[in-house]
């Protein structure tokens, strides 16, 4: 079942999608080479619960198998879902970062990929490319529009540069769940889909790959990798329909201002 929202609900779930962009803004001060993602996890958690928030993605899951950081970290090839470790950045590397907050019953649930110094030029198109395709299936986030037409604008961007578009993962509605429906594939076709409604609220994120489509994922059972282990880009934000046309809860703006100052 497909929850629309109240205007004071999505005011609610402004706020949990800020306290993200926040967090991501505390992350983009710390990205360089030689920082372990580990101590990124550990700011993230600290600068969350200090704020009234619960990291969302810790203990997701399975019980056998929850997710066991704040942050999914994911680096170069991997796509999404990857676990902080020990192991330091380095000149030229690509990192996602995904954070998700549950904050007054909420969920906000965002994402951006940040150049480690110096990045190939075709490393920094992905990037561009990907992040234009986020804005592009925003775009078609209107009422009577459908799925499908988000999902068709990210496709066509990403393959009109030549890039490859992940099928095994999506984006999702948001709410009181972290996962909620409907799915939101990253391809398809117009017209295709559930039709978008006033109060819904999204999470898109389009995850691209420098390569080929194809992923798989490793042991662990949770990080998922390119086939062909070239770099993958993913950027996400929250949207809500509001009186027919989109409005983006997250915002790059504290990131973007964060980079602008350490970079």
């Known amino acids: 079942m497909i929850y629309l929202k109240t205007k004071e609900e999505i005011e609610l779930m402004r706020e949990s999608a800020l306290m ?19 101590y990124l996890d550990r700011l993230a ?41 020990k192991t ?40 561009d490319v990907t992040k234009e395709c986020l804005y592009l299936g925003i775009e078609q ?48 076709k117009r017209g295709d889909g559930p039709k978008l409604k006033e109060g819904m609220v999204l999470a898109i994120e389009p995850m691209i790959n420098l390569g080929t489509k194809n992923v798989k994922q490793l042991n662990d059972g949770w990080t998922i990798i390119t086939a062909d282990r070239k770099p993958s880009a993913h950027f996400e934000h929250d949207v809500a329909i509001v009186n027919g046309k989109p409005e983006i809860l997250s915002s790059y703006a504290y990131i973007e201002e964060a980079l602008a100052l350490y970079s």
């Open 20 to 38: 993200v962009s926040r967090t991501l803004a505390i992350i983009a001060k710390e990205v360089k080479p030689g920082v372990d993602s580990m």
């Open 45 to 85: 958690e600290e600068f969350i619960r200090d704020n009234g928030g619960e990291p969302a993605f810790k203990g997701y899951g399975s019980q056998k198998n929850p997710f066991p950081a704040t942050l999914c970290i994911s680096v170069n090839e991997a796509v999404v879902h990857g676990f902080p470790n």
């Open 88 to 127: 330091p950045l380095i000149e030229g590397d690509i990192i996602s970062v995904d954070c998700g907050v549950k904050k007054n019953g909420y969920y906000g649930d965002h994402a951006y990929t940040f150049a480690v110094g110096e990045i190939k030029p075709e490393v920094q198109k992905l990037i």
């Open 141 to 188: 986030m209107v009422s009577g529009n459908r799925v499908g037409d988000i999902s068709y604008a990210i496709q066509q961007h990403a393959e009109k540069n030549g890039f490859g578009v992940v099928r095994e993962l999506v984006g999702h509605g948001l709410g009181k769940k972290l996962h909620e429906e409907p799915e939101v594939p990253n391809y398809g």
